[in-house]
């Protein structure tokens, strides 16, 4: 979960999905969680982020997004990027939006994955 200078938080959606998610993917062999973390957001993001930075919000179970039956084991780490950072979509990632925890506004046609809107639903309900 990548959260920018003011607060909003990143949610991306790769080519031929409708679904937006929290930046990231699997992991290579050999990779723990935090090495797939960083590698993942400098693929599809180009952010370099400082592996001593990551905040680990916990690991989860949840149906996934877009493989119909099949459920998601994620490791989530949380990265706060500096103010004015430039983030653009790269690679496998066909959108970029950025939300407000209380006000996740998604394009016509898109829809939250189950992770991703279980977590943000969570963290506003303890921020409020």
Known sequence: M?????????LVRKHHTRFFIFPGGK????????A?????????????LDPAALKHLGDFTTPAANETGAE?????????LPVGLAVTARAE?????????HDVELPT??????????ILDEMARLSS
């Open 2 to 10: 990548l959260i920018d200078g003011d607060g909003r938080i990143a």
């Open 27 to 34: 992991p290579e062999l050999g990779e723990d969680g935090v």
């Open 36 to 48: 797939t973390a960083v590698r993942e957001v400098h693929e599809e993001l180009g952010v370099s």
């Open 72 to 80: 998601l084991f994620s490791q989530v780490y949380q990265a706060r």
């Open 93 to 101: 990632i066909a959108e970029l939006i950025w939300v407000e925890l």
């Open 109 to 118: 046609a898109t829809d939250l994955a189950p992770l991703s809107g279980m």
